[in-house]
């Protein structure tokens, strides 16, 4: 992390634990120089850098203040938020939602993919071009479970980058994290099992629990700090808990990242009691920093977690090439992926191979990574122009979406119907939940370019909210 990003994060920690309360002016750039023994340069940077994230604002010839509009959550006080799911069953509406963000006339905010233009990596499309031309029958046979050697081997080296070891042997590669992730739950559960799982989930986790007929009990998970770790430590010592499917990097739908102390304190509890974790990672490699936050899996020590994710969300979305870090399950998964699927596409595993060996991922991702922050900080400048004051933001230091919430009864399933019939998707908090208890938010995804079409659309968007507040009373 770099000085100006250290100096950001202290004043944004002193402005959560309400050392600083909106309205507060900061202490000026000269002050803060001379307190921190930083240059005027990296200070002024790191107040750039919280006034594009919507945490302070700027007033001419007078200061930085903190940002009146947009509230950021306080840490969750209180209640258990348990929800026990002996019959998932998720509702057909999720379907409707997705559906809606495929048509091109609808401005996506609801959609769970990056813009698609961020992800046209022409080297990529001249790869696979050149694989298929030199493609025989004999090259599927290397696809086959586990996958392709030399993918697994450049994944194996991504980890290694970061410091995490994960041999090739223990990595499966899968049509897409999707399908690692429910193979990775089939391979530690049998039906009737119970299954922890965070509240809000992103669906797919549900609707894989509903597939495999499991129990799952949904633990409060907070917009800042992740699963409520007491509650999934009572829950532990009560129930016969099979497997943990959790995300603790930007979060779909929250966006948090879980502290490393919480993911270290996660570890402790689920080794414990035998439990395996199914870590969904698809946003891992989209953060903002110098250096991502630790995946839980750079901690596992007994080869029980599976650590899931894919290039759907920073590569390549429709090649369908996913993996799972499989540790001690690796053979399991691949028996389960020979009974369905066989294997994820031979020529896009090649062509991702070598891409990952000879392309540029690396810049890419930068390039990305710095795309997406502009783009969420003109979403959160947006918000903080047009939505009504009450309006709860949750914004990230990585990934693609934001997570607002008004007070009950504000009803954001009555805002997604609003908002389609105005051509403009949503993702309501009820996609993220089997009970109700997310009826009154939403997600909302900030890749897209901006241009008069994403201005127009928040500005209608926030009408909306004014009128439904209104009719709340
Ligand atoms: C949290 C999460 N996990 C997994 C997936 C599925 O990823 P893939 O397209 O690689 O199957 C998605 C896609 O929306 C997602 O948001």
């Known amino acids: 992390m770099t000085r100006y990003e250290q100096l950001a994060g202290a004043i944004r920690q002193q402005i959560e634990d309400d050392i600083w309360q909106v309205g507060d002016k900061l202490p000026s750039l000269r002050e803060s120089v001379k307190s921190s023994g930083l240059s005027l340069m990296t200070v002024l940077q790191a107040y750039q850098l919280l006034e594009s994230q919507g945490w302070i604002v700027a007033r001419p010839q007078s200061g930085y203040y903190v940002a009146t509009r947009l509230t950021q959550f306080a840490a969750a006080k209180g209640g258990k938020g348990l929800h026990l799911s002996e019959n998932v069953e998720i509702s057909a509406s999720i379907f409707d939602v997705l559906q809606a963000c495929k048509d091109p006339k609808i401005v996506p905010f609801g959609s769970a993919f990056p813009d698609p233009s961020l ?16 493609f025989v029958p004999h090259s599927s046979l290397e696809s086959l479970p586990p996958g392709n050697e030399k993918l697994r081997r450049n994944i194996s080296r991504r980890y290694a980058a970061h410091g995490i070891h994960v041999s090739p042997e ?34 797919g986790a549900l609707q894989a629990i509903e597939r495999l007929r499991l129990k799952a009990i949904a633990i409060k998970t907070d917009p800042r700090t992740g699963i409520d770790l007491d509650a999934l430590e009572e829950i532990v010592q009560k129930y016969p808990i099979k497997a943990c499917w959790l995300m603790s990097r930007f979060q779909n739908p929250l966006c948090n990242t879980m502290p490393s102390e919480n ?14 974790l199914i870590e969904d990672d698809v946003y891992g490699e989209l953060y903002f920093d110098q250096e991502p936050p630790m995946p839980i899996k750079a901690w596992d020590k007994e080869n029980n977690f599976m650590h899931c994710s894919s290039f759907s969300k920073c590569l390549a979305p429709g090649y369908r090439v996913g993996w799972v870090a499989a540790g001690k399950h690796a053979g399991k998964i691949q028996q389960l992926q020979m009974m369905s699927t066989v294997s994820a596409s ?29 783009r969420q900080s003109q979403i959160l400048r947006a918000i903080s122009e047009y939505f009504p004051d009450s ?24 805002l997604y119907q609003l908002a389609l019939a105005k051509g403009i998707s949503i993702a309501p908090g009820s996609m993220f939940s089997t009970s109700s208890q997310f009826d009154h938010a939403f997600r909302l995804n900030t890749s897209f370019a901006w241009n008069d079409v994403q201005a127009s659309a928040m500005k209608t968007l926030a009408g909306l909210c004014h009128t439904l507040l209104r009719e709340c009373g």
């Open 119 to 134: 992800l046209n990596e022409p080297k990529l499309s001249k790869i696979l071009a050149s694989v298929a031309r030199r």
């Open 170 to 203: 223990e990595i499966v590669i899968t049509a897409g994290a999707m399908e690692s992730l429910s193979f990775s739950l089939q391979s530690v559960t049998s039906p009737g099992d119970w299954v922890v799982i965070e509240s809000p989930a992103f669906y």
């Open 263 to 276: 993911k270290q304190r996660l570890v402790a509890i689920l080794n414990s009691s035998h439990i395996a």
């Open 346 to 374: 031979a020529p896009t595993q090649l062509a991702v191979a070598e891409y990952l060996a000879h392309g540029g991922y690396d810049n890419h991702l930068r390039r990305l990574r710095r795309q997406l922050e502009q």
């Open 391 to 414: 309006v709860k933001v949750n914004s990230a230091r990585g990934g693609y979406f934001l997570w607002l919430e008004f007070e009950p009864p504000f009803n954001a399933n009555r």
